[in-house]
């Protein structure tokens, strides 16, 4: 599963360079990167949403699922493969589907605020920056619970430590003679 | 309290300051080799590396150009903070365990002692060398400029130090800096690290308190006030648009095991198992901290759109004028001195392992040994290191700023393109090659170095940096792939097994 699993992590970055390459070639529009607020010196403003993702929209909601799957299958690459087990991989699936379903309704929920102007609040913010905020950062901490919870079983068992004590004992032995 | 703001944060500056000096009168009993100098003899527990990790990503950057980038691009800038958490589990899963074992097996100092030992490579141990030492002195240069610029703000406020100069606010927290990061090496920079750490917390929850009671309405009305001005800056991709947003996702996340001053500090903990705590503690720590970049910013933005406040003179005085203008003088002074921790612990981890590749790991590229009495020579290159980084940060001020400019572009992304690959990948792929680390390292310096020279202009926002670091993804795992699988020595073929 290793060498598979680097052909995939190979794989999809290769398809995020290409999808780089295919936004540097997209039609542009005017103050896409933003433009110089018409009141206040040192702010920026946005301007116009909807032109800003007329061209790219697809292209950077692609770029954005490709490296949640890259972050995914990087984790997944520190842990050994034999215990990539099938619970391993459901739980990696999980984390990775949650993820996808923040960044869908943060990316739909600005469509329709840009369709329609209004939005609701959750917690101080629009409701899409609120799934940016709050639902981006919770989105990886399912990997943090299981690098701390599950670190005796998928990251350094007791098997793990006790190999390393062996080659450091070796390492030692050697060395004194 | 009000009449005595000044002195108050004079005074919590000056406690902070005395604290570093005695400090590192601490830790250079402790001190007794380069191995202590440099890695705190891999002896430290859990709450120290945790604050210490934390600490040190924040630096003054977080501090003060983090509410001055919400203050200028709106939500565009929250994506450096909420790729936090999966920034730091990538480290965590992919580095930490095996940058520990590897310096245990091997006796490493330093990162790049690491990546030699793992590609078995003299070349890649040059390369990194000099990528750290580049961007050691952009990052350092910046970060006592920075330094200087904020205890010259807070001593001109009062009579006695009305006219003092930029110069002598270089040469004071310079001198401090420079003190315990000598005598006490590394073990002082994290003993200090912690107390750092634990003001920023502190100042992040208090912050974010009372950012909240500004407006009536609190957070929710200021971020309305900043939607009905202009809808982009506060939706999720802010003012600087889509890609500029993703991209510093990106850079900012994966980029983090890519950090050397970060990951040298996973090479310090007592024991590997005490990675499980470290990881959840230095998330929380992070987290809390960066409460006051997202809270000030947005703040300062909503209240000069509002016209409550006078607009502001430059985006970085969002923080200055924040706690001038709205919290009362102890919290500032606490906020200041955390201010200073969080410049400080930036400030002496680059020293930390800026001394470390010259004194150690260039010269054991080019003559295959480590200088002798190591532990003298990283004292005195120390001093040399943060000496010339202050001088050429006063002449970036005062003649010309082009050069820390281009330098500064070795800052955190070219770090990230040129070391994630070879770091995270490397240690978790036994078929990396060093010609495939080579080619990264190679291609990420050259992509960011000619983007920075040549003034090149991307379309959509898209970083230069995202570029360097997806095409050094790409040829280190392509060129790996294709050079002949390498024979690892037992040592490095049992640690990659584990």
Redesign the interface.
């Known amino acids: 599963m290793r060498s598979i699993l680097i052909y995939v992590i190979f794989a999809t970055v290769l398809l995020m360079a290409g999808i780089l390459v295919a936004i540097c070639l997209a039609d542009t529009v005017p103050n896409a990167a933003g433009l110089a607020h018409a009141q206040f010196n040192g702010m920026q403003a946005g301007g116009d949403g909807a032109a800003r993702l007329e061209h790219i929209g697809g292209l950077a909601f692609a770029f954005q699922a490709l490296l949640l799957l890259l972050i995914i299958c990087l984790a997944a690459l520190g842990v050994a493969e034999e215990r990539r087990s099938t619970e391993f991989w459901a739980y990696m699936g999980g984390t990775l589907l949650f993820s996808f379903f923040v960044w869908w309704q943060m990316y739909f929920g600005h469509q329709a605020f840009l369709k329609t102007g209004v939005t609701s609040y959750f917690m101080g913010f629009p409701v899409a920056t609120a799934w940016q905020v709050y639902g981006t950062w919770l989105g990886a901490i399912p990997l943090i619970i299981l690098y701390s919870v599950g670190f005796r079983k998928f990251i350094f068992t007791e098997e793990d430590e006790q190999k390393y004590e062996k080659l450091l004992a070796n390492i030692a032995k050697k060395s004194e003679q | 309290m009000e009449p005595y703001r000044q002195e108050i944060i004079i005074g919590a500056v000056i406690i902070y300051m005395v604290f570093c000096v005695i400090t590192g009168l601490w830790a250079m009993r402790r001190t007794k080799n380069s191995s202590d100098f440099f890695i705190a003899g891999r002896g430290l527990g859990p709450i120290v590396v945790s604050l210490a990790l934390f600490s040190s990503t924040l630096s003054g950057f977080g501090f003060v150009g983090g509410p001055g980038l919400v ?6 800038s ?2 450096m ?6 920034g ?3 480290g ?3 580095v930490a ?1 095996r940058i520990r ?1 590897i310096a ?2 091997r006796n490493c100092i330093s990162l790049p002692d690491v990546l030699a030992a793992r590609y078995n490579s003299e070349a890649v141990r040059f390369l990194i060398a000099v990528t750290i030492v580049l961007g050691v002195m952009g990052y350092l240069a910046t970060q006592i400029l920075a330094m200087a610029v904020v205890l010259q703000a807070i001593l001109s406020g009062t009579v006695m130090f009305a006219e003092i100069g930029l110069v002598t606010c270089v040469v004071i927290s310079s001198t401090v800096l420079i003190f315990y990061c000598v005598t006490g090496g590394i073990i002082a920079s994290v003993y200090t690290d912690v107390v750092q750490g634990a003001i920023m917390m502190i100042a992040g929850v208090l912050i974010l308190l009372t950012a909240m009671s500004v407006f009536d309405g ?3 009305e ?3 006030i900043i ?1 009905a ?16 947003s ?1 991209g510093w ?2 850079v900012f ?2 980029g983090l095991a890519g950090q050397p001053h970060l990951v040298t500090k996973m090479m310090m903990n007592r024991n ?2 005490d ?3 470290i ?2 503690m230095s ?1 929380l720590g992070y ?1 809390m901290a960066a409460l006051l970049w ?1 809270s000030i910013g947005v703040i300062m ?1 909503a209240a ?2 509002d016209g409550v406040i006078e ?5 970085d005085d969002a923080a200055s004028l924040f706690l001038s203008i709205f919290t009362n003088p102890l919290l500032a002074g606490i906020v200041f001195a955390g201010l200073f921790a969080a410049i400080m612990s930036t400030s002496d981890a680059f020293l930390n392992i800026g001394t470390a590749a010259i004194i150690h790991d260039i010269p054991k590229a080019i003559q295959g040994h480590a200088i002798q009495n190591e532990l003298f020579w990283a004292r005195i290159v120390t001093v040399i290191l943060a000496i010339v980084a202050a001088s050429f940060a006063l002449y970036s001020h005062f003649q010309d700023a082009t050069l820390v400019a281009i330098l500064g572009a070795f800052g955190w992304a070219t770090f990230a393109a040129s070391i994630f690959p070879v770091l ?2 490397g240690l ?2 036994k ?1 990396a090659t060093a010609m495939g680390a080579v080619a990264a390292i190679v291609s990420a310096l050259l992509i960011n170095f000619i983007i920075q020279l040549a003034g090149i202009v ?5 970083l230069g940096g ?2 360097a670091f ?2 050094s ?2 040829l280190f ?2 060129v790996s ?1 294709v050079t002949r699988k390498p024979k690892l020595d037992a ?1 490095m073929e ?2 990659l ?2």
């Open positions: 203050y200028s691009i709106g939500v565009s929250f994506w903070i909420v790729i936090s958490s999966s730091y589990a990538l965590f899963f992919l365990k074992m245990d097996v609190g957070m929710q200021a971020t309305s939607l001005d202009d809808g982009e800056a506060m939706m999720p991709f802010g003012a600087a648009g889509i890609m500029a993703l996702f990106f996340g994966l590997i198992s990675n499980s705590v990881l959840p998330l987290v997202v933005r000069v759109i607009p502001l003179a430059l985006p995270a990948i978790n792929w078929g991307l379309p959509y926002g898209i995202l570029v997806i095409v993804l790409v795992i392509g792939l040592d049992a640690v097994n584990i």
